[in-house]
């Protein structure tokens, strides 16, 4: 099974900025766009945000402007950038193809927005 490998979770204060990376295989990579997904404790799965392989982005309501999702073919990545952090963006974040999920989970990035 394919899983993509997430990093740059931590600890923020409220405000704070982080960079997401994930990586993923570059066949599927490179044949897909792709998401970002988060969920906190007790709550299910959300999506955050996809770009296409053309790099059109769309975002949920809940961060739109606030984060910005990047890919780089050459190195089979996605990013996230995640500016002015609230509290309620507390959550283990993962990425995954869009808008099937093509690859088993990852272990995701722990994401804590402190108030």
């Known amino acids: 099974q394919v899983q993509p490998v997430e990093s740059g979770g931590g600890l923020v204060q409220a405000g704070g900025s982080l960079r997401l990376s994930c990586a993923a295989s570059?066949?599927?990579?490179?044949?897909?766009?792709m998401g970002w997904f988060r969920q906190a404790p007790g709550k299910q799965r959300e999506w955050v945000a996809w770009i296409s392989r053309g790099g059109t982005t769309n975002y949920a309501n809940s961060v739109k402007v606030r984060f910005t999702i990047s890919r780089d073919d050459a190195k089979t990545t996605v990013y996230l950038q995640m500016n002015s952090l609230k509290p309620d963006d507390t959550a283990v974040y993962y990425c995954?193809?869009?808008?099937?999920?093509?690859?088993?989970w990852g272990q995701g990035t722990q994401v804590t927005v402190s108030s």
């Open positions: 995954n193809t869009w808008p099937s999920y093509r690859m088993s």
């Open positions: 570059g066949s599927i990579f490179s044949a897909n766009a």
